[in-house]
């Protein structure tokens, strides 16, 4: 698992198991959140943005694109 992270978002590439015609296949799944800390200062995740943290949402999200292209073009 690979993990791209800008300020308080972050995004994690993952990998999934599927069946494709009887035969297992590994897919590059990425998923975005949002860190913070609550009033008891507990680490939370979350997956709502606020204005300010939707570009590094996106730059996360796009950090997590290229690395999955790069993975596949890898394996041909």
């Known amino acids: 698992m690979k ?3 800008a300020g ?8 999934n ?13 990425a998923s975005v959140e949002r860190r913070y800390k ?3 200062g507990s680490w939370k995740s979350s997956q709502s943005f606020g204005r ?5 949402a996106v730059y996360c999200l796009e950090k997590a694109f290229e690395a999955i292209v790069g993975e596949e073009k890898g394996d041909n």
Do not use: F, Q
């Open 52 to 56: 300010n943290e939707i570009p590094l």
């Open 3 to 5: 993990t791209i992270a």
């Open 17 to 29: 198991e599927i069946r494709v015609n009887g035969s297992a296949k590994t897919m590059l799944k």
């Open 38 to 40: 609550d009033k008891d």
């Open 8 to 15: 308080s978002c972050r995004a994690a590439i993952w990998e």
